[in-house]
């Protein structure tokens, strides 16, 4: 089992930046791919950035290709988000999440945080 809680959410300006990060309990954090999702309102779960178990591959939607940073620190069980150039499309709540395996597919990853809300005004 592992239990995901995210922070760092909030309200920023159009070119501003958010820094998110997500805290994970168990000793096997390590062991998982961690991914970031958003969801706006009315809208889908999508992905948004994938970084390997070990953190040496990412994956970004193009969408925030060039803008977003994924990192993690398995010393502290923790993966971030930087995300910098914000737009108000970015408008969503975020979810990290843990998977066994590599993949960006949202419903192959395993468990889930509560959400952070993540608002960009124009």
């Known amino acids: 089992q592992v239990q995901l809680v995210e922070s760092g959410g909030g309200l920023v300006q159009a070119g501003g930046s958010l820094g998110l990060s997500c805290a994970a309990s168990g000793r096997t954090f390590n062991s998982y791919a961690m991914g970031w999702f958003r969801q706006a309102p009315g809208k889908e779960r999508e992905f948004v950035s994938a970084?390997?178990?070990?953190?040496?591959?990412?994956y970004y939607a193009n969408s925030v290709k060039g803008r977003f940073t994924i990192s993690r620190d398995n010393a502290k069980n923790t993966v971030y988000l930087q995300m910098n150039s914000l737009k108000p499309e970015d408008t969503a709540v975020y979810y990290c999440?843990?998977?066994?395996?590599?993949?960006?597919?949202?419903?192959?990853?395993?468990?889930w945080g509560q959400g952070t809300q993540v608002t960009v005004s124009s």
């Open positions: 970084i390997t178990s070990s953190g040496g591959s990412k």
């Open positions: 999440a843990a998977s066994r395996h590599w993949t960006v597919v949202v419903t192959q990853y395993d468990y």
